[in-house]
């Protein structure tokens, strides 16, 4: 049986923040729909209310401002794809975006709800740490900054209260002398899941020595998080491919560290070691 | 005048039907709308193998707009389904078999009340021990699915001595190859429609590939003269075997027998997942003996296959896969044994190439690991045992006309050698790229036994022309190329020609749409129909236009003198007059291929008239970091005796290779966990290359202007080249399919170095 629901639009983000004052335990929030549309199918969707935040202005700003690069939460894929800006500041997510589903899905789909949906394999997380987003979460009365990280606590959980709404990202914009590279394992090569993915971002001095490294994997850890392990191991140095090699395995180790072994560690072990080997070669090579 | 040059026929006519589908006006089963018609759904089963103890639909009854809700002791006649073996229920008795095993049937206003009404259902089981392999579920003391035993069947295929020659043999490869289960996921999930026409006939519209064989069952289900039941194919999107089954036939027809109202049913993807049959997963274990010069002298194959819960196809693709275990090659000793049995999985049935693509994995693999072993180029191992004119098949049955694998080899030769030379950027720190041949035969039509087919062409009395046909257009083309024979023999544009096809009311069967036969028989059926029609218009010409009939010929609507073509009768005149003078204008037609049953014993006869040949080279990229498996480039030559519309021969090779691509690298069904498309991957348009399908002609003298077939013969290469392919890059093989992410990258752990 499908979910039985009312759906409601808000004409403004005052409106919909009152509404959810009032209802937002019984509330799930609308964005793209690509994730709530299909637990609605499956009858899955338990809240009373269905609040259609998708066209709130407040949500769909993409823009520079005071040196931060802002992303709406209801800001679609394709749109992020497409933003100039974004592709001048945050290009890794761009890598991203685009690997996401299919077109159709990337029309609809968006950022926020990508986040909000807080799967492992979502292909929004990864670029969003390694840029240090931080999302807006307001409610009527209050409003927060959190990091993705702790906006994420693990697979299909955020530490999003009832009546808040995720707004926007905040994520730190990067020069156009960084260097980035976003990796993926699918089953297919497209409209598939991510079995596992990373995302990295560096910075080299005119010496080749690594200034800023950031890598964030996808499907690899319980909640997001950035392996700083290995990012240490190649800060302040000259990466070969023995050092990256060696990162690699700090990434894997993390990831056994934090999810244990498992039937599928046979294969994530290599894969990921894979993964983060292709992403720093891509990285520092000439 | 010379002879006519060909018009119709080798011709990219235009597909019947493309205008209404392009316009969207087409209306397939889930889009027919009736007045007062309700909603049908099922109540399937959630176990494997279980008694139903107690069931009890008092609620559900009382739900607000439930209807009714029948169980198998409404069924008025026998609840018995199946095509081979009538061992499914309709709805089922004391116990289920497997998860999906429909128990009972809702009827409710509305969808929405029916899956309300659904819901108030409850019902006890009590379960029993379940079996899910095949092995295991022939050992003494398996869990019983069925009174008669599990084993359905063991088929063996013998000749010569393969004791004596595996001992002489210079080299012996033996391995154990394996295939999953796999959904056919056509586009169009399982649909339809009945209701009660003004003379008590039960009406079924419905999305299948055979619609005779849905109304021998209905009828048998209900109790009624098969000429009270009429069952009508709708549109049809894609069925690749499944829809051979009955699947939501015998649900609507039912209800709308049991409640007087017509009644609808639509799967769910996942309904369609569930409940539907599977491809056979099959252990192949395979010995080849071969002498030092490539030469194939033995084969010993033992296949053993789970035909899950019911039969359904089993017997068929048991049979086939026994008889084509050694794919397009001569091998003189051989002993073959096919044995399936019943387990508590999904029923798997007819899936395009009925166990077919599941042996040319096995046997091309040996192939490539023989040549790996004797130091011979694959093509060079494939060229050297290719069967000709005067080899003999398994069955012992001596190959007389369009062998045309040696052909399909040389058109893929120069594919091969320009792979070759792309060795420079095999490897890299994080790819290999291989290349690999996977080839084929096919036998067309059922497997040693009488499969004919009929049809009708009818002349108006106004000059207009219609062909009609049983045969189920599934999207593959059967009408476009059937009309397209009936033109060639009419002279006429095939657009000209009406088609009324798959109306068990106004058709005669044409048998079903399956094992590539349609072109073939159906073909040769309308091409009698046509031929008898083409003689009375020549006849009753000659007689008005009072010349000699060997003057005569056909020409666009008229027939003409060769003599003076200023003279010339149009067929409406023609048709004018033969009805005054009585002569008939409707005439039938009738082909059955020329097959001699296979021995029980030993599996000797002549199980098909002809054989579709074909060979496809594929490149692929591993990437031995992810083992993910990109296919790059892909050459797929065919053997289809004559194209009678080459642009519908690319588009079933394309489709062919794309499926193939899913089977080999992706697909992969797990009773009780696939759910439906968001855990089972087929190959989007991402990852299918461009495909340079080659058409080669080896005519067949009994075909329809020389065709055979094509359909399934798309599929079956592609597989087995793509594994040739990873192992080729690797120098490390996979014997399990599909070659997914995890054994690939577990095979390119112990890859080559570069």
């Known amino acids: 049986m499908k979910s039985q629901f009312t759906y409601i639009r808000s004409e403004s983000l005052e409106q919909a923040l009152d ?53 709406g939460a209801a800001a679609t894929f394709t749109e992020i794809i497409r933003s100039s800006v974004v592709q001048a500041s945050a ?23 990508n986040v909000a949906n807080a799967s492992p394999a979502a292909d929004g997380i990864p670029p969003l740490v390694v840029h240090r987003a931080r999302a807006l979460l307001r409610t009527a009365s209050t409003e927060r900054l959190v990091p993705v990280e702790e906006l994420v606590t693990g697979p299909y959980r955020t530490s999003i209260q009832p009546g808040e709404v995720l707004i926007h990202f905040l994520l730190e914009p990067v020069s156009a002398t960084y260097r980035h590279s976003f990796q ?15 995302a990295a971002i560096a910075s080299l001095g005119t010496d080749g020595i690594v200034t800023d490294l950031r890598l964030s994997p996808g499907s690899v850890t319980p909640a997001p998080c950035r392996m700083t392990a290995a990012e240490n191991h190649l800060l302040g140095k000259r990466p070969d491919s023995e050092l990256i090699r060696e990162a690699a395995e700090m990434v894997s180790l993390e990831m056994i560290r934090q999810s244990g072994i498992r039937h599928s560690t046979e294969y994530k072990k290599p894969a990921v070691e894979g993964l983060v080997v292709k992403a720093l070669t891509e990285l520092f090579q000439e | 005048m010379k002879e006519h040059a060909q018009t119709a026929v080798g011709v990219n006519a235009t597909r019947v039907g493309a205008r209404s589908r392009l316009l969207g006006r087409v209306q397939f089963a889930a889009d027919m709308r009736m007045d007062g018609a309700v909603t049908v759904k099922a109540l399937r089963s959630d176990r494997h193998h279980a008694l139903i103890v107690d069931l009890d639909t008092s609620a559900a009854e009382k739900e607000p707009g439930c209807l009714a809700v029948f169980t198998f002791k409404d069924i008025p006649g026998r609840n018995r389904l199946g095509i081979i073996n009538k061992d499914q229920r309709l709805l089922a008795e004391e116990k289920v078999r497997c998860v999906g095993d429909p128990i009972a049937l809702v009827v409710g206003e509305t969808p929405d009340a029916a899956e309300a009404a659904l819901g108030k259902i409850r019902i006890r089981y ?47 490869v033996e391995r154990v190859y394996t295939t999953p289960h796999v959904e056919h996921a056509y586009i169009e999930p399982d649909a339809g429609l009945a209701y009660i026409d003004g003379d008590g006939t039960v009406v079924v519209y419905a999305s299948t590939q055979n619609p005779h064989y849905d109304q021998k069952d209905v009828a048998s289900l209900l109790d009624l003269d098969e000429d009270h039941v009429r069952v009508i194919q709708t549109a049809t999107g894609g069925g690749f075997g499944s829809k051979l089954d009955m699947n939501v036939q015998g649900f609507v027809a039912l209800a709308a027998y049991l409640l007087g109202r017509p009644a609808r049913m639509v799967y769910s993807r996942e309904e369609a997942f569930v409940a539907t049959a599977k491809r056979h997963p099959l252990k192949i274990t395979y010995k080849s003996g ?60 007819a899936m395009r190439g009925f166990g077919v693509p599941q042996l040319a994995f096995a046997h091309e693999s040996q192939m490539d690991i023989l040549a790996g072993e004797l130091g011979l180029s694959p093509l060079e191992i494939r060229m050297r045992n290719a069967l000709r004119i005067g080899s003999t098949t398994p069955t012992g049955q001596q190959l007389t006309a369009s062998v045309g694998i040696g052909k399909c080899l040389r058109a893929i030769a120069p594919y091969y050698e320009e792979s070759l030379r792309h060795d420079q950027d095999a490897c890299s720190a994080f790819s290999r790229r291989g290349r690999g041949l996977g080839a084929m035969m096919y036998g067309i039509g059922n497997t040693g036994m009488q499969n004919p087919s009929t049809a009708q062409i009818e002349l108006s009395r106004e000059g ?43 058709t005669t069967s044409a048998g079903a749409t399956s094992a590539s036969r349609q072109t073939y028989i159906s073909g040769n059926a309308v091409l009698d129909a046509a031929a ?7 006849s009753e010409a000659a007689l008005i236009m009072k010349v000699d009939r060997n003057d005569l010929v056909l020409e666009d609507g008229v027939v003409v003198s060769r003599a003076d073509p200023e003279k010339s009768v149009s067929f409406e005149r023609i048709a004018k007059r033969a009805h005054r003078t009585g002569i008939p204008l409707k005439w039938d037609g009738y082909f059955d291929p020329e097959t001699v049953p296979l021995d029980p014993e030993t599996g000797a006869g002549k199980p098909y008239a002809t054989y ?12 031995t970091s992810s083992g993910e498996v990109r296919v790059l480039h892909v050459a797929a030559a065919h053997d289809v005796g004559k194209a009678i519309n080459p642009d519908s021969i690319r588009g079933q090779i394309n489709s062919g290779v794309a499926m193939g691509i899913g089977f080999a690298l992706m697909e992969e069904y797990h009773p009780g966990a696939t759910e439906s498309m968001k855990d089972y991957h087929i190959p989007t348009c991402a990852d299918v290359p461009e495909v340079a399908a080659i058409i080669v002609e080896d005519p067949e003298p009994s075909g329809p202007f020389g065709a055979k077939g094509v359909g399934e013969p798309a599929l079956i290469p592609t597989a087995p080249a793509i594994a040739n392919a990873i192992a080729d890059a690797l120098g490390v093989r996979t014997f399990d399919l599909p070659a997914n992410l995890e054994r690939v990258l577990r095979a390119s752990t112990t890859a080559k170095p570069c």
């Open chain 2, 612 to 623: 579709a040949f074909a060979c496809h080279m594929v490149e692929v990229e591993v990437d």
């Open chain 2, 290 to 349: 071969a002498m030092s010069d490539g030469r194939l002298i033995a084969a010993d194959v033992r296949i053993v296959g789970d035909t899950g819960a019911y039969a359904s196809y089993g017997m068929a693709v048991a049979t086939r896969a026994a008889v084509h275990a050694t794919g397009p090659y001569e091998v003189p000793n051989i002993f073959i044994e096919s044995t399936f049995a019943y387990t508590n999985n999904p029923m798997a049935g």
């Open chain 2, 126 to 172: 009590q379960d029993l021990p379940a079996v899910f392999d095949p092995e295991e579920a022939l050992r003494p003391g398996a869990p019983q699915i069925h009174e008669e035993g599990n084993l359905l069947i063991r088929k063996v295929v013998k000749r010569g001595n393969p004791e004596g020659a595996f001992q002489q043999a210079d080299l012996i």
């Open chain 1, 19 to 71: 509404f959810l004052a009032r209802n937002g335990p019984e509330t799930s929030l609308l964005a793209g729909g690509t994730d709530l549309m299909i637990a609605i199918r499956n009858g899955e969707m338990f809240s009373r209310y269905v609040l259609d935040i998708s066209r709130l202005p407040e949500a769909r700003v993409i823009q520079l401002s005071e040196g931060r690069l802002q992303i």
């Open chain 1, 184 to 198: 993926r394992v699918a089953r297919r090569r497209a409209l598939a899941i991510a079995r596992m993915s990373v």
């Open chain 2, 464 to 506: 207009r022309i219609t062909l009609f046909t049983g045969a189920a257009d599934i999207g593959q083309g059967s009408c476009t190329v059937l009309r397209q024979l009936a033109a060639e023999v009419l002279r006429l544009p095939p657009e000209r020609i009406e088609m009324v096809a798959a109306d068990t009311q106004r």
């Open chain 1, 91 to 113: 290009p890794v997510l761009v890598s991203a975006c685009k690997c996401i589903g299919s077109t159709q899905i990337r029309n609809a789909g968006t950022l926020g709800g």
């Open chain 2, 532 to 538: 008898q029609l083409a003689d009375v218009l020549l």
